[in-house]
């Protein structure tokens, strides 16, 4: 089981950014993947997950209405799209599956949020 996160970056507040997730070594569409991310000095927390097929998504409160997941199942990906970031948003984002062999995670990407 793989997953590799790509697309952080340093934006501006107000600004948007789309974090991808690249799957391999696993049945992709079979399982449910999550996004969670970790500040500097604080524990990692959730942010979004969806559900195997993608018709059912779910977010932490501070990113309602900011965040989208979404997976395409042919290609193995899972994405967020994140719009109208706030510094509060700096963290490490990380993908996340609960497969049958165990939990796995990827290497994180950073994303920075700063005038």
């Known amino acids: 089981v793989l997953l590799a996160e790509s697309g952080g970056g340093l934006v501006q507040p107000g600004g948007s950014l789309t974090l991808s997730c690249a799957a391999s070594?696993?049945?992709?569409?079979?399982?449910?993947l999550s996004w969670y991310r970790q500040a500097p000095g604080k524990e990692r927390e959730f942010v979004a997950s969806?559900?195997?097929?993608?018709?059912?998504?779910n977010y932490a409160d501070p990113v309602k209405g900011r965040f989208t997941v979404s997976r395409d199942n042919a290609e193995s990906m899972v994405y967020l799209q994140m719009n109208s970031l706030e510094i509060e948003d700096t963290a490490v984002y990380f993908c996340k599956v609960q497969h049958y062999s165990g939990v796995h995670w990827g290497q994180g990407t950073q994303v920075t949020v700063s005038s």
């Open positions: 969806i559900s195997s097929t993608g018709t059912s998504t």
């Open positions: 070594g696993f049945r992709f569409s079979s399982y449910g």
